[in-house]
C-alpha cells in the first residue's frame, strides 16, 4: 500500500487512468522518476536496516549501527577524497573509494570497542559517535581546504528528491549483499557469542567477523554514494523488530528489512506531503522520528536492566517475618 502511495505522491499529477490510456508524459515521469525512486527507498530501507542487524549482531551491542559506528562518516569521507583526488570519477569510482574507507572505518572503530575492557552497552555507541565525528571533523576540514564544500553537501543530508533513472542503480548492489548476509546468518550468531564459543565450534572469528563488517560498510556505502546520509535506520529497525522476534539473526532477518522498508517509505511520503509542493529531505524525518525512538529505548533498556538487577538480588528475611 505504501509503494503505491508512493508511486502517485508528488508534484505532478500522476494516476493510474492516464497511465492506462497510455500518456506519454505521465508514463515518462512514472519510469524517469517515481518508480526508481521507489526502488532505491527500498533497497535504502532493506539495505540500512540489514546493515544495522549485522554490526549489532557482531559487537554485541544493541547500539551500535553504521551511524554510531563510523561507517556513515567514513563513507562520507570516501565519496571526498574521490571529488578530490579524481574530479572526473563516475559513481563507480565514487562507490569504490566510500567502500573502502567505509570498511577501514569500521573496522577501527571495532579493532578499538574491542580493546576496552568493561564495554557499558551505553558507552560503546557513544566511543562510536565520537570516533564518527572526528572523521567528520576531517572530511569537512579537506572540503574547506580544497573548496570542495558545496559539493560534498549533497552526501552529508539524505534526499530521495534527485533520484532518477540511470544514476541510482548502484543502490540494487545492496540486494545480494542481504542474500549474502542471510547465507551466513548463522555464523554472525555464533560469532555474535564471542571469540572462545566460535573457536570451540569450529567457526573462524576473525573471518566472519571481517566478512560481516565489510558487508555492513558495502551497504552504506552504496547507500551514501546514491541516496546521502540517512541516520538511525541501523539502529531502531533491529531494535523494533527485536523486541517482538528476539535476537536471533536469521529469525529476523527478513522481517528486518521488511520493516526497514515500511519505514523508510512511511517517512519518505511524510516528507513528500507535509509542506507540498515542497518537500523535505528524508534525513530531517528519519532524525526526528529516530531520534525519539532512540531516547525511548534508551530508557526501556536501562530501566528493563535495572529491574532485572533488582529481581536476581537475594531478598533477607527481617524481623517479625517481614520480607
Not at 557469542?193 to 556505502?221: E, H, P, Q, R, W
Not at 516528507?271 to 529505548?297: K, N
Request: with cysteine.
Amino acid at each position: 500500500m505504501l509503494s503505491a502511495c508512493s508511486l502517485f505522491v508528488g508534484v505532478l499529477d500522476i494516476n493510474l487512468t492516464s497511465l492506462l490510456r497510455g500518456d506519454g508524459f505521465q508514463w515518462e515521469i512514472f519510469l524517469i522518476s517515481r518508480l526508481p525512486r521507489l526502488l532505491a527507498i527500498l533497497c535504502t530501507g532493506v539495505g540500512m536496516s540489514v546493515a544495522g542487524l549485522i554490526m549489532q549482531q557482531l559487537c554485541m551491542n544493541k547500539f551500535v549501527s553504521p551511524t554510531t559506528g563510523a561507517t556513515i562518516s567514513s563513507a562520507q569521507l570516501g565519496i571526498l577524497l574521490a571529488l578530490v583526488f579524481m574530479p572526473a570519477s563516475t559513481i563507480w569510482s565514487r562507490a569504490i573509494f566510500s567502500a573502502v574507507c567505509a570498511i577501514v572505518g569500521t573496522w577501527i572503530f571495532v579493532w578499538f570497542i574491542q580493546r576496552i575492557p568493561f564495554k557499558d552497552p551505553v558507552m560503546v555507541p557513544l566511543v562510536g559517535i565520537m570516533f564518527g565525528n572526528v572523521i567528520g571533523g576531517i572530511t569537512n576540514y579537506i572540503a574547506y581546504k580544497y573548496d570542495m564544500t558545496q559539493a560534498i553537501s549533497s552526501w552529508l543530508t539524505g534526499s530521495f528528491s534527485t533520484i532518477i533513472r540511470g544514476r541510482y542503480e548502484i543502490v540494487w548492489l545492496t540486494l545480494p549483499l542481504v542474500i549474502l548476509a542471510f547465507v551466513f546468518a548463522n555464523h554472525f550468531n555464533i560469532v555474535g557469542m564471542g571469540k572462545d564459543f566460535s573457536k570451540n565450534l569450529g567457526v573462524n572469528y576473525d573471518l566472519v567477523l571481517f566478512l560481516g563488517l565489510t558487508i555492513a560498510a558495502m551497504i552504506t556505502a552504496s547507500v551514501v554514494v546514491v541516496v546521502g546520509s540517512i541516520s538511525y535506520i541501523g539502529l531502531i529497525v533491529p531494535n523494533l523488530v527485536a523486541m517482538f522476534k528476539g535476537d536471533k539473526i536469521r529469525g529476523t532477518l527478513i522481517d528486518t528489512a521488511l520493516f526497514g522498508a515500511v519505514f523508510v517509505l512511511a517517512c519518505d511520503i511524510i516528507g513528500r506531503v507535509v509542506i507540498a509542493p515542497y518537500e523535505l529531505p528524508i534525513e530531517l524525518i528519519v532524525g526526528i522520528l529516530g531520534s525519539l525512538i532512540f531516547v525511548i529505548m534508551l530508557i526501556y533498556r536501562l530501566n528493563h536492566g535495572r529491574k532485572a538487577v533488582r529481581f536476581c538480588l537475594p531478598t533477607r528475611k527481617r524481623e517479625g517475618g517481614a520480607v
